[in-house]
């Protein structure tokens, strides 16, 4: 019995949303790691035009159930580092840093 397969892959290059999206996503994580090592993270990025949406489940068990993640996780923030790490700081790109539109 012969079995074939075709194999296939995809690749984006640099700049291409599904990359941003991934770094934003890692900055999430790495955050989250660096206030307990014990994190639990499922961070989902998602971005379009001038927008960013970072939605997912996040526990750090160190933080106490009364103390908000947004006190110890500012995402907006992190979202803006890693976008103008990448490098979108143009005046003219549509995707800026300081311009982008984020929810979470």
Known sequence: MSRRYIFSSESVGEGHPD??????SDAVLDACIEQDRHSRVA????????????G???TIPSLPEDKPLASVLAVEQLVRDTV?????VNDD????????????
């Open 19 to 24: 990359k941003v999206c991934d770094a934003i």
């Open 43 to 54: 961070c989902e990025t998602f971005a379009k035009s001038n927008i960013v949406i970072v």
């Open 56 to 58: 997912g489940e996040i």
């Open 84 to 88: 103008r790490e990448i490098g979108y």
């Open 93 to 104: 790109d549509v995707f800026h840093a300081d311009k982008i539109f984020i929810t979470n």
